[in-house]
């Protein structure tokens, strides 16, 4: 097992692995931007570093500042968090070059899913089923025109390096082809610098299923069911459950285990989901996330387990603590996205936290890095915390939840939490029966 572990991000997700490297007697490393110097995981962890200015890509994507601080600090392992550099392989290549361990999958396993096409034909190939579209890219307009009427509009053109929602575009009608493909095409080259994109037939009323996965890289794979993460904003979840309303225990097992083997074979190591959309009792792939996901907590909860623990007895080489058998699904779980955002534009809203209490009692976590007198700062995400409920069913959570957001204060700046007291008055929330359009729609109904 490792002494001391680099943790190579910032705010609630750099906390969660300093509770995880505490609890199995692992010393800790922070590092941070100047921005960050006053920041909880600085004063969390057992030691901190400033690894450079404000700017995300001067400090929280610096290769080198990171490798260094941990040459100096004798830390032996990184973990990435999400985001910044958990799915970079370049950064994982380095890492092990220097003889250091990257707490994650392979940098091969990171470049096979990192790129969209790549990684469908990877998960067609494991028997994972995916959405109808192009074989590979699309390179001309007449190509797509010509794909589409053989599929059946509607379409949505996609970028092979996308990410975050972006670069993706719904055509109805032959008629808005020629403009999705373009747009597409320029927003990928601006946002990503590929201006690669493919097709895929656009389901009009899918859920967002995703698989939770586990592999030890020495022939086990699990899978931990699975998360409905179908209220999204802009194609950003803001409220996921475990297990889905929609879901059976059947489905569940069918679409687990196709994913479970897929990740035996592949030989992949440490934490990954697998996203689907779902429709009419179909799972479609759409991809794989090599890493811890932001909501990874409804997981822990319904399954009495660990992820990050488990990420890092894996990447220190052991197998898997647990096999399909002891896993075993115990009552239902909501997470809520808060973020530091003026409604109803959802416009960012740093600034100095004057009052912060956080929930608690039965069934209740709050992941966040929050304490009163704290400044957020403008430089980065506009997260600031999780709220997470477990019930014995999913009344149970929703009723909890509403109480926990109750008790939560976050005083001096604008927060997503009036978003979820309304959304808790929905009967569809209260149901379930939600699909990815449906925060959309209700926004456009409700704030605009
Ligand atoms: P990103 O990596 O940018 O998040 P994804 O491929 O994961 O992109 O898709 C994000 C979201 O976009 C999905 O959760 C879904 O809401 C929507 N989406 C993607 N592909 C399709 C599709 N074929 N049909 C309908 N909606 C889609």
Request: aromatic share 8%; with cysteine.
């Amino acid at each position: 097992m490792f002494d001391k572990i680099l943790i190579a991000n910032r705010g609630e997700i750099a906390l969660r692995v300093i509770r995880a490297c505490r609890e199995l007697g692992i010393a800790s490393v922070a590092v941070h931007s100047e921005a960050d110097a006053d920041a909880m995981h600085v004063r969390m962890a057992d030691e901190a570093i400033c690894i450079g200015p404000n700017s995300s890509a001067q400090s929280y994507l610096n290769f080198p500042a990171i490798i260094a601080a941990c040459e100096i600090t004798g830390a032996q392992a990184i973990h990435p968090g999400y985001g910044f550099l958990s799915e970079n392989q370049k950064f994982v290549e380095i890492v092990e070059e220097h003889g250091l361990k990257f707490i994650g999958p392979s940098a091969a396993h990171i470049s096979q899913m990192g790129d969209k096409i790549t990684a469908k034909d990877t998960a067609e190939k494991l028997g994972i089923p995916v959405v109808p579209g192009s074989k590979g890219g699309v390179a001309t307009v007449e190509e797509a025109l010509k794909l589409a009427d053989d599929m059946g509009y509607p379409v949505i053109i996609k970028a092979t390096a996308g990410g975050g929602g972006r670069g993706m575009k719904v055509a109805t009608s032959r008629d808005d082809l020629e403009v999705a493909f373009r747009t597409a095409r320029s927003e990928a080259k601006s946002a990503f610098g590929n201006d690669e994109v493919y097709m895929e037939k656009y389901l009009q009323k899918p859920r967002h299923i995703e698989i939770q996965v586990f592999g030890d890289g020495q022939g086990g794979g699990v899978h931990l069911g699975e998360r409905d993460c179908s209220l999204q904003r802009r194609h950003q979840k803001v409220f996921e459950e475990a297990p889905g309303p929609s879901i059976t225990a059947e489905e569940r097992k069918r679409i687990g285990d196709i994913c479970a083997n897929a990740i035996a074979e592949m030989g992949y190591s440490g934490a990954g989901t697998i996203e689907f959309l779902y429709e009419d009792g179909e799972f479609y792939f759409i991809e794989m996330n090599t890493r811890l996901q932001v909501e990874h907590p409804v997981t822990e909860a319904i399954f009495g387990q660990d992820l990050v623990r488990e990420q890092i007895r894996v990447a220190a080489g052991n197998k898997l603590s647990f096999s399909q058998d002891d896993l075993e699904i115990n009552g239902h779980s909501i997470e809520v996205r808060i973020n530091a955002e003026k409604l109803p534009n959802f416009s960012p809203c740093p600034g100095k936290i004057t009052a912060y209490h956080a929930p608690g009692g039965l069934g209740v976590r709050m992941d966040s890095a929050l304490y009163t007198g704290y400044s957020i700062p403008p430089y980065y995400d506009s997260l600031i915390g999780k709220l997470i409920v477990h019930g014995r069913d999913r009344a149970e959570a929703l009723a909890r939840l509403k109480r926990a957001l109750g008790e939560l204060i976050v005083d001096g700046v604008d927060t997503t939490v009036p978003l979820f007291h309304a959304l808790l008055e929905e009967e569809d929330v209260q149901t379930g029966d939600y699909n990815i359009h449906w925060l959309e729609k209700w926004l456009d109904a409700n704030m605009s």
